[in-house]
């Protein structure tokens, strides 16, 4: 059974940073895409940064040069390090992992979702 679980949200003011992390359990699936997405009550999800298995990143525009994802392929564990963070950026953060290819972009159906952790910017 997979399980990931999210760690490192909370509460900063505009400007600073966190950094996210996500351990994966009963993960095997290691060649594939593995993210981190945003959402906030009443919009839509959004992708904010995705690595697959050779190490290919793609960051979503907004994210500006301001976050970086990395991943440990010996647990695995995921992580993203946000810097500059903007009141904008305050959404549940959630991570993902896939069990199939889905390209060199990482788009497409994440079937593995953690519960979540709480980013909150204050101005």
């Known amino acids: 059974q997979v399980q990931l679980v999210e760690s490192g949200g909370g509460s900063v003011q505009a400007g600073g940073s966190l950094r996210l992390s996500c351990a994966a359990s009963?993960?095997?699936?290691?060649?594939?895409?593995m993210g981190w997405f945003r959402q906030v009550p009443g919009k839509e999800r959004e992708k904010v940064a995705s690595i697959d298995g050779d190490g290919r990143i793609t960051y979503a525009d907004f994210v500006k040069g301001r976050f970086t994802i990395s991943k440990d392929n010996d647990k695995p564990t995921l992580h993203l390090q946000m810097g500059t963070l903007e009141p904008e950026d305050s959404a549940m953060y959630y991570c993902?992992?896939?069990?199939?290819?889905?390209?060199?972009?990482?788009?497409?159906?994440?079937?593995?979702w953690g519960q979540g952790t709480q980013v909150t910017v204050s101005s």
């Open positions: 993902a992992a896939a069990d199939r290819w889905l390209g060199y972009t990482c788009t497409g159906v994440y079937i593995y």
């Open positions: 009963g993960y095997t699936y290691r060649r594939y895409c």
